[in-house]
């Protein structure tokens, strides 16, 4: 009988833990120009795929049946007008989740505060960014992706893993990890006044962010993205919970 409790209570904890859906974690970013995994039905359900783009921007239509451009034998990417935006002051974004936690995540969405802090250090830039919203939608999983951990699509994010990104952003997209704001971390530095190393990043990720995508007007603006929403915050802190999806994310899903 006590052997029986015992399994009972351990078979509850399982089941709370696994029911966890608001918590505290951080923020990475990627852009690997790869057909999202929620493209694909067995990932996301039937109907609820998320969309994926040949190489000039077309929708497929049959995206679930397209291999992605990262597999070396087929002809899907990242839609490219699934870039972060803002509007009235919050931020809107599409992102990869833990793959252990993938079942029934595809097109769900998640409210982001972040709390002005980083994950591994915590600069000007983190503290700019204390008490501003995301909205993120699953429209990924990764492998890669802690507990906790939300991916954001960003151009010049870094391609991670995997990179398509040859054929439509060219190669040179900074750091595999952390992409162009990796590159600026490394070139400024970690020592120094606050103040300098929050303008320092800032200026040294908008140039890049600009030599990088000067020829397509939808991958700046989404890097910019991290330059001015995010303050070239670096993997920040934050609180998140679920939150119904936004027509804004729904209608590029």
Same mark, same amino acid.
């Given at each position: 009988?006590?052997? !029986?409790?015992?399994?009972?209570?351990?078979? @509850?904890?399982?089941?709370? !833990?696994?029911?966890?859906?608001?918590?505290?974690?951080?923020?990475? /970013?990627?852009?690997? %120009? %790869?057909?999202?995994?929620?493209?694909?039905?067995?990932?996301?359900?039937?109907?609820?795929?998320? #969309?994926?783009?040949?190489?000039?921007?077309? *929708?497929?239509?049959?995206?679930?049946?397209?291999?992605?451009?990262?597999?070396?034998?087929?002809?899907?990417?990242? %839609?490219?007008?699934?870039?972060?935006?803002?509007?009235?002051?919050?931020?809107? +974004?599409?992102?990869?989740?833990?793959?252990?936690?993938?079942?029934?995540?595809?097109? &769900?969405?998640?409210?982001?505060?972040?709390?002005?802090? =980083?994950?591994?250090?915590? $600069?000007?830039?983190?503290?700019?960014? #204390?008490?501003?919203?995301?909205?993120?939608?699953?429209?990924?999983?990764?492998?890669? *992706?802690?507990?906790?951990?939300?991916?954001?699509?960003?151009?010049?994010?870094?391609?991670?893993?995997?990179?398509? %990104?040859?054929?439509?952003?060219?190669?040179?997209?900074?750091? /595999?990890?952390?992409?162009?704001?990796?590159?600026?971390?490394?070139? *400024?530095?970690?020592?120094?006044?606050?103040?300098?190393?929050?303008?320092?990043?800032? $200026?040294? @990720?908008? &140039? &890049?962010?600009? #030599?990088?995508? =000067?020829?397509?007007?939808?991958? @700046?603006? =989404?890097?910019?993205? !991290?330059?001015?929403?995010?303050?070239?915050?670096?993997?920040? +802190?934050?609180?998140?919970?679920?939150?119904?999806?936004?027509?804004?994310? &729904?209608? @590029?899903?």
């Amino acid at each position: 009988m006590k052997a !029986l409790n015992i399994f009972v209570i351990f078979s @509850l904890v399982n089941i709370i !833990l696994n029911d966890v859906t608001s918590g505290k974690g951080w923020a990475s /970013r990627y852009w690997d %120009c %790869c057909k999202p995994s929620c493209a694909w039905s067995n990932n996301s359900g039937e109907g609820n795929e998320a #969309k994926s783009c040949y190489k000039d921007g077309t *929708v497929i239509t049959d995206s679930p049946y397209e291999q992605s451009i990262c597999t070396g034998n087929g002809g899907a990417h990242t %839609c490219m007008f699934q870039i972060p935006f803002v509007k009235d002051g919050v931020g809107y +974004a599409f992102g990869a989740v833990p793959g252990a936690e993938a079942t029934g995540t595809c097109g &769900k969405c998640f409210k982001i505060t972040f709390t002005g802090e =980083g994950k591994f250090e915590t $600069q000007g830039n983190h503290k700019a960014i #204390k008490g501003k919203q995301l909205i993120i939608m699953a429209s990924n999983i990764g492998y890669d *992706v802690e507990g906790g951990q939300f991916d954001i699509m960003i151009p010049g994010g870094g391609v991670g893993a995997f990179n398509g %990104c040859s054929e439509t952003l060219g190669d040179n997209m900074g750091e /595999r990890y952390g992409g162009l704001l990796s590159e600026c971390e490394n070139e *400024v530095g970690y020592e120094g006044g606050e103040e300098e190393i929050y303008l320092s990043r800032k $200026q040294c @990720l908008s &140039k &890049k962010c600009s #030599k990088t995508f =000067g020829s397509n007007e939808l991958a @700046l603006k =989404g890097c910019m993205f !991290l330059v001015d929403f995010m303050e070239a915050a670096g993997n920040p +802190a934050l609180e998140y919970e679920p939150t119904e999806c936004p027509k804004e994310l &729904k209608d @590029l899903y």
